[in-house]
């Protein structure tokens, strides 16, 4: 004898096989109800375009572009890079860098054979300032500083210069006549 859960489980199952009678309108219902919610166009940037080109035209192009490329880049180094800001008329040169931290700071580079202890700033007193003046005559100059003898640091103040062979974060300077 079947115990009453058996039972029940076997009139669930008796229920689920029979068969689903569907509506024969609802599939003609369902597409109608597509068809008129319609998708809105694609915007013309989307849109699938096609493009024939011929062999000689593709040659165009291609002749086109390289000389676009060759242009651009013969302009680029007609004009080279921006000038720097220049300083006129000065043969001392001063050199001032903000460090509240530092214990001390040097200035270094290609006017000093990048030497930290032929160019030490001093501190002027004013919370965290170093300077020197330094007396350049008329030319272009890479620089740095050294704080506390091992931190390299380009001058905020200064057009970076390209990094070096080094790694060194350096700047550049004019002197002009």
Do not use: C
Request: aromatic residues 8%.
């Amino acid at each position: 004898m079947l115990e009453p859960q058996d039972e029940l489980i076997t009139r669930i199952v008796d229920e689920l096989k029979r068969p689903v009678r569907m509506d024969q309108g609802l599939d003609a219902r369902v597409m109608a109800e597509v068809r008129t919610h319609a998708r809105r166009p694609r915007p013309w940037f989307l849109r699938r375009r096609v493009f024939a080109v011929t062999p000689l035209g593709g040659l165009a192009m291609a002749a086109t572009l390289a000389g676009l490329v060759v242009g651009t880049t013969l302009a680029v180094q007609r004009l080279g890079p921006s000038p720097e800001p220049e300083i006129t008329a000065a043969s001392a040169v001063p050199f001032v860098l903000y460090a509240p931290d530092a214990r001390s700071v040097a200035l270094v580079g290609d006017f000093n054979d990048w030497d930290t202890a032929a160019t030490p700033l001093q501190p002027t007193g004013s919370a965290g300032a170093w300077v020197v003046t330094v007396p350049l005559a008329p030319g272009r100059y890479r620089y740095g500083f050294v704080v506390d003898g091992s931190r390299w640091l380009a001058d905020p103040g200064a057009p970076r210069a390209p990094d070096d062979d080094f790694g060194a974060p350096n700047s550049v300077l004019t002197v002009g006549t």
